[in-house]
Nanobody
Framework: QVQVQESGPGLVKPSQTLSLTCTVS??????????WSWIRQPPGKGLEWMGA???????YYSPSLKSRTSISRDTSKNRFTLQLSSVTPEDTAVYYC???????????WGQGTQVTISS
């Protein structure tokens, strides 16, 4: 059973960089052909896909966030990290990490972590 768990600070100041880590257990992040995504949900809004890192290490980003987003991984610790720079209060959201298979479906999700951008 694959488990994914987000971790990181719950409060970030405006203009700073938000950094979250997703730790995966029960399966390797290098296993073909899975993609490991970051998804967020601002209050009162729908889910927004931010980006993903593939089993190969290739990265993909939402065009609207690409200039501020970086996703990397540590295969030795089986985890991947999101960095979102120059945050504003509009980046306040619940942030999720999730696994996506090559069929396109998300089959495992973290519980989500609330991140608030405020001074």
């Amino acid at each position: 059973q694959v488990q994914v768990q987000e971790s990181g600070p719950g409060l970030v100041k405006p203009s700073q960089t938000l950094s979250l880590t997703c730790t995966v257990s029960g399966g390797s992040i290098t296993t073909n052909y899975y993609y490991w995504s970051w998804i967020r949900q601002p209050p009162g809004k729908g889910l927004e896909w931010m980006g993903a890192i593939a089993y190969s290490g290739s990265t993909y980003y939402s065009p609207s966030l690409k200039s501020r987003t970086s996703i990397s991984r540590d295969t030795s610790k089986n985890r991947f990290t999101l960095q979102l720079s120059s945050v504003t209060p509009e980046d306040t959201a619940v942030y999720y990490c999730a696994r996506q298979g090559d069929s396109g479906e998300y089959d495992y999700w973290g519980q989500g972590t609330q991140v608030t951008i405020s001074s």
